[in-house]
């Protein structure tokens, strides 16, 4: 490695690559054959990752199918606290975890969701290790992401990232669709075994009898297939108001894709931070996933009254914490937050038309 300024200021502590180096024994065979099988990929030496040339739109935060909940931002906001309680905490030597894996560009392999947090809290340098895959595949770069995540309890690995993450292998060509091949990749690739040692559970045969049916009938969807980067700049282009009639900045608005486990408790979170500083928030919301319309316009209405109903609790809450004194039902109950649709059905004519004019829709006429 290079060792030019190998020393720099993360998370409040001077740290030295050449020290990380030594502790973590990187030139043994022990550790290249530890980091080779768990990350299919050889070990180039621990960098600086320059947190400030990110950007959370950036392409390289969108994961592969992989843990399809840290596409969506989930447990951001939890890393955020765990930084601000603990700082930056160390991996164990050999253990289930490891530092921010990059590759030879610098963009992100693994790590995204510490990456997006370290943004988040305006940190400039995180530790990151670099990694040589075999080549550019999209089956190396899938492989690196299932063998990252293989560690315990409640952020691990799901059986259905192996799915989404192996079928988008079938469809790209670069694995065929054959039980014995799928196998193969999943324990060779995968380290799968790993994870359901001898078939625990069954629950490998789940996974590949759900990646034969997944990838069997070609998709049907209505979604239109953007993503967050992509909407952003379609919003730009948008005249959209506030309630106080200005115009609204991109910056003001947040998007969401549903349906995701968490984007519910991101919302609700976002909505009570800008309640703490008296301004309103604005979301949008869109779907890409492989849904019909029926399907879109279900998980549109399911999460803002999802979310309807948790605005409703936090009343409930607040006003049993002030010992009951309002009643609730002769409150005028001024919502904080306003829903934006956007027009994400391709083969509806209201959305087409709305999307070729940069319009969007309010939350009763989608």
């Not at 759900?210 to 297939?225: A, H, L, N, T, Y």
Request: positive net charge; hydrophobic residues 35%.
């Amino acid at each position: 490695m290079n060792y030019n300024n190998t020393k720099k200021i993360t998370f409040g502590k001077e740290v030295d690559l050449k020290d990380l180096e030594k502790e973590y024994e990187t030139n043994t065979p022990e550790f290249k054959e530890w980091f080779e099988d768990r990350y299919k990929g050889e070990f180039l030496g621990f960098t600086w990752i320059d947190l400030r040339l990110k950007n959370p739109t950036d392409p390289e935060f969108t994961n592969a199918d992989i843990r399809d909940e840290q596409n969506e931002g989930m447990s951001v906001e939890e890393m955020q606290y765990s930084y601000r309680a603990d700082g930056w905490i160390m991996p164990p030597k050999f253990g289930d975890k490891f530092f921010p894996l990059v590759d030879l560009l610098g963009k992100f392999d693994d790590g995204r969701t510490r990456g997006l947090a370290g943004i988040e809290e305006n940190e400039r340098w995180m530790i990151g290790a670099r990694i040589k895959k075999p080549d550019n595949s999209l089956t190396s770069k899938i492989s690196t992401g299932f063998c990252a995540n293989i560690f315990a309890p409640n952020r691990t690995i799901k059986p259905k990232d192996y799915i989404n993450g192996t079928v988008k292998l079938i469809k790209s060509g670069e694995l065929k669709r054959d039980r014995t091949d799928i196998e193969f990749f999943l324990t060779q690739k995968g380290n799968i075994h790993k994870k359901w040692p001898d078939n625990a559970g069954g629950w490998i045969t789940k996974i590949i009898n759900g990646i034969m049916e997944k990838s069997e009938k070609p998709s049907v969807s209505s979604s239109r297939k953007l993503d967050d980067k992509q909407w952003r700049s379609y919003l730009k282009k948008c005249d959209l108001y506030g309630i106080d009639g200005k115009k609204l900045n991109i910056n003001q608005i947040s998007i969401f894709k549903i349906p995701s486990r968490t984007a519910k408790a991101r919302a609700i979170y976002r909505i009570l931070e800008k309640a703490s500083i008296n301004e309103h928030t604005y979301i949008a919301l869109y779907c890409k996933d492989d849904f019909d319309a029926k399907q879109i316009r279900f998980h549109l209405n399911d999460f803002m009254s999802s979310t309807d109903r948790a605005h409703h609790q936090m009343l409930n809450y607040a006003n049993l914490s002030l010992g009951e004194i309002n009643n609730l039902n002769k409150l005028n109950d001024k919502k904080l937050y306003t829903f934006i649709i956007l027009p994400t059905i391709i083969d509806d004519a209201k959305h087409e038309s709305a999307y070729k004019n940069y319009q969007v829709f309010d939350k009763d006429n989608f």
